[in-house]
């Protein structure tokens, strides 16, 4: 059962460059999310997704931009990188039918942008 | 504003032993959910606990319980027979009921590092 899959699981960026973050989960969750994790710090949220062609922002979202074509994916743009992007990501999901609770993450992407 | 608050960056504790993780939250709120989830070194985030405000009982899980005072705002963790494995970082989180499809916004605190000794 893999659960939720992040890749890649590290990345170096240079200043201005792009990537795409990719999430995807096989728990036919209808919701997704997008975190950041700064060191020392709790998680933000970026973006969320209560199902396919539906995202909207979280609490930091600048910066950033995703997709939700299917279900399963909802991956993470960076444009432009900047040094304040570095930082750990976190994807998650969740079922609309368990109510509110438990988030199932992904392990995590490390984002170093030099 | 939401917030949430762990007063103890970092715990030890011996094998075998009891320790307590604190948090207290901010919130004008009546009805919400409150949370522990860990985080080891491999950096997966799994849910320890939760807690439903409306509910007056403590939630437990196996080792872990909370002491949940709703008056006070406080909601620690106590995890008894501490295990090498329960070496983490454990993070408080809060979200009111009923926030809809952002049910993904809760509110974290900063966490508290726990090693567990030998």
């Known amino acids: 059962n893999a659960g939720v899959t992040q890749t890649p699981k590290f990345r170096i960026l240079k200043i201005g460059q792009s990537m795409t973050l990719q999430c995807t989960q096989d728990?036919?969750?209808?919701?997704m999310y997008w975190y950041r994790q700064d060191p020392g710090m709790g998680l933000k949220l970026i973006y969320y997704?209560?199902?396919?062609?539906?995202?909207d922002k979280g609490e930091v979202p600048n910066g950033y931009n995703v997709s939700r074509s299917t279900t399963e994916d909802f991956p993470l743009r960076l444009e432009l990188a900047a040094p304040s992007q570095t930082s750990v990501y976190f994807c998650a999901s969740s079922s609309m039918w368990e109510g509110t609770g438990e988030l199932f993450f992904g392990e995590g992407s490390r984002l170093t942008v030099l | 504003a939401q917030t949430v608050t762990q007063s103890q960056p970092e715990m030890s504790v011996q094998e075998a032993e009891t320790v307590t993780l604190s948090c207290t939250y901010d919130?004008?709120?009546?009805?919400?959910?409150l949370f522990w989830y860990k985080q080891p070194p491999s950096r997966q985030m799994i849910l320890v606990i939760r807690?439903?405000?409306?509910?007056?009982q403590n939630a437990t899980e196996n080792r872990f319980s909370v002491n949940f005072q709703k008056a006070a705002k406080s909601f620690s963790l106590k995890i008894s027979d501490s295990q090498l494995g329960d070496a983490a970082m454990y993070f408080c989180a809060y979200i009111p009921e009923g926030y809809g499809g952002s049910q993904g916004n809760l509110i974290f605190g900063k966490g508290t590092k726990l090693s567990v000794k030998p």
């Open positions: 919130t004008s709120e009546s009805d919400y959910y």
């Open positions: 997704s209560v199902g396919a062609g539906i995202t």
């Open positions: 728990m036919n969750h209808n919701y």
């Open positions: 807690q439903e405000a409306y509910k007056q």
